[in-house]
């Protein structure tokens, strides 16, 4: 037996409670872990109150990360007791997910939880961490450097953002933070942001181009977030896109694109190749110190506490990131 948060939808509507459940319900899969931490993002967020079409089948346990221990194993690559780690690959979305003291999952999903991390601080980086490591390496890959000028991190304060102002100024990028909540100025400083700005003029529609100003971006906003920062960027400047907080549509012109050459990359996080899994996990504990992690910050709640906070975040009240003991 073990518990876990579970999204039902019957004829009695759409709910997220927390259940004792049988070994039995759990999944198939070629290796069961014995879940220790997990964490609240914003699609865990969308998938326990509703408000998105995260949940594919139901009824589904969320929870896009977990860390955890082997406990059986028909995979080649694990054994019982190893330490491991998962993110993305529709866990929480069409097959159980890690808010739960048990999963069952296939051995393909999971890597080894990186030397140096403990099962708390891999969650702290979790799924948000994970994906503002693709944004930096994307920029990387599309030849973006420190001496072409600023880059811009949109959504600065959430999971997202906080890792990827932290890093990119950590590897010699001026870094700009761009926010709702101008009372997090301080921390984004803190974190290594050059300069802190509102978001209020990048939400409403604006001109197909603007005056040149970013080399690089990483939008978590999408919308006219991201449709405002396209028509900002330098002469081949890159925007990487891996969120929808600010809307899926992008209300934008071919003006950037066309006239200043200017590239939209975007970036999953769900499906990446392990190959890519391994590279962004074993730089995050090179290039994300655990003072500035420590900075960012995650309160750690258990799965009861969870399911009240998920309508907390999607309004943007949660700073950093949300840590769930699932044994709490």
């Not at 002469?235 to 899926?248: F, I, N, S």
Request: charged share 20%; proline share 5%.
């Amino acid at each position: 037996m073990f518990k876990a948060v579970l999204i039902e939808k019957d004829d009695a509507g759409y709910r997220a409670s927390v259940q004792t459940l049988d070994d039995d319900a759990l999944p198939e899969g070629n290796v069961s872990v014995r879940v220790s931490h997990s964490t609240l993002n914003y699609k865990d967020a969308l998938a326990i109150t509703g408000q998105g079409p995260v949940v594919r089948k139901f009824p589904m346990v969320p929870g896009i990360d977990l860390v955890g221990m082997v406990e059986t194993s028909q995979h080649p690559d694990y054994q019982p007791g190893d330490a491991v780690l998962l993110n993305g690959w529709g866990v929480g979305e069409s097959h159980w997910g890690g808010l739960a003291q048990q999963a069952r999952l296939n051995g393909d999903w999971l890597i080894p939880l990186p030397t140096g991390l403990t099962a708390q601080q891999a969650m702290a980086i979790g799924t948000a961490g994970y994906t503002a490591m693709l944004c930096v390496m994307t920029l990387e890959r599309y030849g973006v450097q420190p001496k072409d000028g600023e880059v811009l991190v949109t959504g600065a304060a959430g999971g997202v953002g906080s890792v990827a102002v932290a890093l990119l100024s950590q590897l010699g990028y001026r870094v700009t933070a761009m926010t709702g909540r101008l009372q997090d100025a301080d921390y984004l400083r803190a974190l290594g942001a050059a300069e802190v700005i509102e978001r209020g003029p990048y939400v409403e529609p604006g001109k197909p181009l603007g005056k040149e100003r970013w080399a690089g971006a990483v939008d978590v906003a999408g919308g006219h977030v991201l449709a405002n920062v396209c028509a900002s960027m330098q002469y081949q400047g890159v925007v990487t896109a891996c969120g929808l907080a600010a809307g899926m549509a992008l209300p934008a012109t071919v003006a950037p694109f066309i006239l200043r050459g200017v590239t939209l990359a975007g970036v999953d996080s769900v499906m990446r190749p392990r190959a890519d899994r391994l590279v962004a996990w074993q730089r995050l504990t090179q290039e994300l110190s655990l003072d500035k992690l420590a900075l960012i910050g995650s309160q750690e709640v258990g799965l009861d506490e969870a399911i009240g906070l998920a309508a907390r975040l999607l309004k943007g009240e949660v700073r950093g990131r949300v840590v769930v003991d699932v044994n709490r």
